[in-house]
């Protein structure tokens, strides 16, 4: 964690103490890279470098609400309303408030969409791409891939993490990125707010 996002859980957990619409623009910044819930992920594979990808943990309730209010602010920027969503991007929010207690879904932005095209590519995310928590490994259940409104993919894993497990880690294998394998880990302790998990 960098110096300036301890300091400024240190003063105290703005998406705690603050709405979202009272958080700084660096403040969000910070929950979207380098919060309990999100990080900047280096290669996972040896002697290899690569830009670091964003991954983050898009069904807690401090990024939902972190999603919703970046999608505020563009807006709000003169930027006018977002155009009109794609099928997918409806078909994932559609989905999520219908299944929003059921999976975890990570969120991973996506700079080379094309990749997604390649029928080898996304079967090797599916096959690759796992969740582990304690010695326990679990398959994705799902993915929604990124659209030209939403750059993320979104990989849906089950709710399988509880508040006493002390990690919960993602391998992943991401089309679109160089090298395509990360592994990220979140504490579990870290993401307790209020006496909640937020997952």
């Known amino acids: 964690m960098t110096p300036l996002a301890l300091l400024l859980m240190l003063v105290a957990s703005f998406w705690e103490s603050k709405a979202p619409a009272d958080w700084t623009d660096n403040e969000l910044l910070v929950l979207f890279t380098d ?5 900047m992920v280096e290669s996972s594979v040896k002697d290899t470098h690569g830009s670091p990808v964003q991954v983050y943990i898009a069904t807690a309730g401090p990024m939902q609400a972190a999603e919703k ?7 709000r920027k003169a930027n006018g309303p977002p155009a009109e969503e ?15 207690s ?8 996506i700079f080379r969409t094309k990749d997604f095209d390649d029928g080898a590519q996304t079967k ?8 582990r928590v304690g010695r326990k490994k679990f398959k994705m259940t799902g993915n929604f891939p990124p659209t ?14 509880q508040a006493t497990d002390k990690t919960v880690t993602f391998e992943l294998y991401v089309p679109g990125a160089t090298p395509p394998y990360r592994t990220v880990e979140f504490k579990v302790k870290d993401m307790i707010v209020n006496g909640k998990l937020e997952l």
Do not use: C, G
Not at 86 to 100: G, I, V
Not at 125 to 131: A, I, Q, S, V
Not at 151 to 156: D, F, G, Q
């Open 148 to 161: 030209q409104h939403d750059p993320y993919l979104r990989v849906a894993f089950p709710r399988e993490v």
């Open 86 to 100: 794609s099928p997918l991007d409806t078909e994932y929010r559609l989905w999520l408030e219908d299944n929003l």
């Open 124 to 131: 090797r995310m599916e096959d690759d791409t796992l969740m």
């Open 102 to 109: 059921k999976p975890i879904v990570v969120a991973i932005r």
């Open 35 to 39: 919060s309990p819930w999100a990080q």
């Open 69 to 75: 209010e970046r999608a505020r602010r563009y807006i």
